[in-house]
């Protein structure tokens, strides 16, 4: 059951948060593949580490800059 639980909610807040990408028109590419990046690695630090703070951040920073390279202009 508390997983279930722990789960609904990471999906919850990346559903959120994509939400919340979708009004930042002003954000260059770059930056709202930074902060989808962020957002995703987080959540999934989170379920893997079974909600360690130290999982989340860390995945969070991967994630950032994972999105960071997938979103920059080629040239």
């Given amino acids: 059951m508390n997983m279930i639980v722990r789960k609904f909610s990471a999906s919850a807040v990346v559903l959120a948060m994509v939400s919340g990408l979708a009004a930042c028109e002003n954000m260059s590419r770059q930056d709202k593949a930074t902060a989808a990046g962020a957002a995703v690695g987080g959540v999934a630090g989170s379920v893997l580490t079974d909600g360690s703070a130290l999982g989340t951040v860390g995945g969070a920073a ?7 390279e997938i979103g920059k202009d080629k040239k």
């Fill in 62 to 68: 991967v994630g950032g800059v994972v999105g960071r």
